[in-house]
């Protein structure tokens, strides 16, 4: 026969496995698919080239960049969202030849938009081995993202240089740092986001990364993709989370919840 407290103790650990019992999580995963998309060559892409690019070059056109991560593939369905950050790592800046500090100096504001259209990311810049030399993109294969298509030869953006909502959910100072990690620190609207792609994987588009002066002369970062040579410097996104509760029973539950009553009454009859 179970002694009074070893029976108290099974109580509360069944009692325990309620909704009260979650946790938190952090998972960090590397980006589903990235491209970028060319205002001067709008029937170009690059999809599979190892730099992703933010700002204008030197003839004053703009380039965006599209970049997406698998949510509900490694986020509990259910889960509750609670912190989102986008890590990126710088490869070039405008005007640096790829040289490490050299090119623009001013501190540039990058934004993520949330993107509303799908999208597709090809081959193209698959032989390139490093972002040099990749800034003006490559011919886009059907499918591809271009400044006028989100499937090139298939569909076009409704609006050129991509379909996104109106307000950034969130933004970030990018100095001239190469090789540096740059943390888009998580925001209200970033959890948004995450949790409704977590909600509706098929609405999960990922966001349009856009230089605040991209109308401007040589203002473009570049950052790794997930095509970088090296693993840890590709773009990374953590997100932290608090798991559904799991469903516990109702008989088992009524059979902890029970003793711990009956407990409860046998301590009052004792000390009454």
Do not use: C
Request: net charge negative.
């Amino acid at each position: 026969m179970l002694k009074p407290t070893a029976v108290a103790a099974l109580a509360a650990a069944i009692v325990a496995t309620g909704p009260q019992g979650a946790y938190a999580a952090t998972v960090t995963i590397g980006a589903l698919h990235d491209a970028t998309i060319f205002q001067n060559n709008v029937n170009n892409s690059n999809g599979a080239g190892p730099g992703i690019f933010a700002g204008s070059n030197s003839n004053l056109s703009a380039r965006r960049g599209l970049i997406s991560f698998d949510i509900a593939g490694n986020v509990p369905t259910g889960a509750t969202i609670t912190g989102v950050d986008l890590t990126l790592f710088l490869g070039q800046s405008a005007g640096s030849g790829g040289n490490a500090g050299g090119g623009d100096q001013t501190p540039r504001t990058i934004s993520l938009y949330s993107i509303t259209s799908p999208w597709g990311e090809g081959t193209t810049g698959s032989t390139a081995t490093g972002i040099g030399g990749t800034g003006q993109g490559y011919t886009a294969n059907p499918g591809d993202a271009t400044w006028n298509a989100n499937f090139y030869n298939t569909s076009t953006w409704t609006t050129p240089g991509g379909d996104h909502v109106a307000a950034a959910s969130a933004s970030l100072v990018v100095n001239n740092v190469f090789q540096a990690p740059y943390t888009w620190q998580s925001t209200p609207q970033l959890v948004s986001d995450v949790q409704g792609w977590l909600d509706h994987p098929s609405a999960n588009y990922g966001w349009e990364l856009i230089n605040a002066t991209e109308a401007g002369f040589q203002t473009f970062r570049a950052f790794y993709t997930k095509e970088w040579s090296d693993p840890t410097m590709r773009p990374q996104l953590a997100i932290s989370y608090t798991p559904a509760p799991v469903p516990v029973p109702a008989a088992v539950w009524l059979f902890g919840t029970g003793i711990a009553g009956l407990l409860g009454f046998a301590r009052r009859k004792i000390t009454g």
